[in-house]
């Protein structure tokens, strides 16, 4: 049975400790965040050179998935797919087999309404008396983390929100979606505006190049009359450099995860526009392009 490890500030109040698994593009950023803002988080990854580099800037390493649920009050996890989240969840070694009752387990990952039900039945299932949120992120990815402009959309019940909700607020702004299943509908709704529009956003300046006009001229006149958004705008920024040539291996490793999710979030929008009669064409159609709104070259074969 897990024992009770969280720390005791001084006036007797207890603290509240910090997990965060996942330490991808965003998971580091969170964590490094959280280094700063409050006591470290305890950290996990099976990437073990990345959970040494977050140690190394002040964070706790854990051992394994199951020794940092069995001492943590609030778990965040921050993993790439769904069936990731679900690995992380479940299982043997998994979080819902050692967390501690009360344990909020929080998922910032970008995942389908079907998952999110999957895992709260697994938490009921479980019986350990673990509570679930959905917290998914909109923002600018690791520079909204890093000064406290990212969003986080809550899903779950408003009193395991408002438990979470200081840990949450370290790192990003909290909104508030309803019950499960809707932060995750809400933000699969905001990346179909934002992937939909580099589409656009692509062709336009293509257009624009092979009819002669000046580069960059679509862009400024865009943001000047309010069509090019600031998300847009970075994304530009960074097909543009690439464009140039001007790229690392790190940056390439970056643009396809980039790529998989710009195809694995659309899917998971298509797919919930079907179930619920809702005609996703322009999200079905901008997929295949995935590789190319991020200029990825040489990608492996995404299942269909």
């Known amino acids: 049975m897990a024992t009770d490890s969280r720390s005791e500030k001084h006036d007797g109040a207890m603290s509240t400790t910090v997990g965060l698994i996942g330490l991808g593009f965003i998971g580091a950023s969170i964590g490094e965040r959280l280094v700063t803002t ?39 996890v921050c993993v790439q797919t769904d069936q990731q989240c679900l690995d992380v969840l479940t299982g ?66 408003t009193d395991v ?7 949450l607020e370290r790192f990003a702004r909290v909104i ?59 994304w530009l920024d960074i097909y543009e450099a690439r464009l140039r040539g001007e790229t690392d291996p790190v940056l390439d490793a970056n643009m396809a995860v980039a790529a998989d999710l710009f195809a694995k ?3 998971h929008a298509v797919d919930l526009g079907r179930e619920l009669g809702v005609d996703m064409a322009a999200s079905a159609a901008a997929i295949p392009y995935a590789d190319q709104v991020y200029l990825v070259r040489d990608h492996e074969a995404r299942p269909s």
Do not use: W
């Open 265 to 267: 979030d659309l899917g």
């Open 92 to 157: 043997a070694d998994g979080v819902l087999a050692h967390a501690r009752p009360g344990t909020v387990v929080a998922v910032l990952s970008t995942i389908s309404p079907t998952t999110v039900t999957a895992m709260a039945e697994a938490a009921t299932a479980a019986g350990t008396g673990v509570d679930l949120l959905e917290v998914p992120m909109a923002g600018q990815g690791a520079r909204s983390v890093a000064d406290g402009s990212m969003f986080v959309l809550a899903g779950g019940d």
């Open 176 to 234: 508030e979606t309803g019950p499960l299943g809707s932060g995750a509908a809400l933000k699969l709704a905001h990346n179909v505006m934002v992937y939909v529009s580099r589409i656009g956003t692509l062709e336009a300046v293509e257009l624009a190049r092979a009819a002669g006009v000046r580069d960059g001229l679509v862009a400024e006149l865009t943001a000047q009359t309010g069509t090019l958004s600031e998300q847009s705008r970075v």
């Open 161 to 167: 929100v408002e438990r979470a909700r200081p840990v």
């Open 38 to 76: 409050g006591e470290p988080p305890l950290v996990h990854d099976l990437d073990a050179g990345r959970v040494d580099a977050l140690v190394a800037a002040g964070a706790v390493g854990a051992t394994s998935t199951a020794d940092l649920a069995a001492r943590c009050d609030v778990v965040l």
